[in-house]
């Protein structure tokens, strides 16, 4: 069965700093990929996606993602923090095949953006 | 194109009662998703359904739970009997059922506390 791991559960960054948040996954084959963010008591927004190509995507707010197969990773990136980005990310992987074509969610990571 | 949206966007309800939300998904979205979030966790699947048809239901989803999507447009959670553990957001996500991969579209989520 597919899972997901997001080992940070709490990441604290300055506002202007870079981030990183790390996400590793468990699946059979390559796998669809997924960042959602997510502000206290709201839906979750898709940030970005992975299905195949080119490795590094682009997502909205200067987000981006890198496809690492080796590591099984999708690791998310933005180069300078602002404070609005503050909110719990998850990443997530989708069955490239099947019935539903069921997407599974880690656990998330919680930033915290200081000034 | 609105969104998902979900209604109500707060319950509070007593140990016992019923209660029922409701999801309208994006027009022409003919898959539409249920998950439940507990806090500090990420969504987990429930059921889904493809057009009318209720095609995939979660162990998480008890005989306490229902949902229906009569004209394959809105779905209805309903919860029974409603214990203080069913306390959680409940998310509703939609997308198109063309080929492709499998990107969720979710809505703002109803926060249910049971007392």
């Known amino acids: 069965a597919q899972s997901v791991t997001q080992p940070d559960i709490h990441i604290t960054v300055s506002e202007g700093a870079s981030l990183e948040l790390r996400c590793n996954y468990s699946y059979g084959a390559t796998p669809y990929l997924f960042w959602y963010v997510q502000s206290p008591g709201q839906g979750l927004q898709l940030l970005l996606k992975?299905?195949?190509?080119?490795?590094l995507v682009q997502g909205i707010k200067g987000f981006e993602a890198e496809f690492k197969r080796s590591q099984s990773s999708f690791n998310l990136r933005k180069p300078s923090v602002h404070w609005s980005d503050a909110a719990e990310y998850f990443c997530?992987?989708?069955?490239?095949?099947?019935?539903?074509?069921?997407?599974?969610f880690g656990t998330g990571t919680k930033l915290q953006v200081i000034p | 194109d609105t969104g998902v949206s979900q209604n109500p966007r707060h319950k509070i309800t007593k140990r016992g009662q019923n209660v029922t939300f409701r999801c309208d998904p994006i027009s022409e979205h003919n898959r539409l998703y249920w998950y439940r979030q507990t806090l500090g966790q990420g969504p987990e699947f429930l059921t889904y359904?493809?057009?009318?048809?209720?095609?995939?239901k979660s162990r998480l989803l008890s005989d306490r739970f229902s949902a229906e999507r009569p004209k394959g447009s809105f779905s209805t959670l309903e919860i029974q009997r409603t214990e203080q553990g069913d306390s959680a957001m409940y998310l509703c996500?939609?997308?198109?059922?063309?080929?492709?991969?499998?990107?969720?579209?979710f809505g703002p989520g109803t926060r249910l506390t049971v007392l």
């Open positions: 997530a992987v989708g069955e490239p095949q099947g019935g539903y074509q069921k997407v599974t």
């Open positions: 359904f493809q057009n009318e048809a209720q095609l995939e």
């Open positions: 992975y299905f195949s190509g080119d490795t």
């Open positions: 996500a939609s997308r198109e059922l063309a080929g492709g991969p499998p990107t969720q579209y």
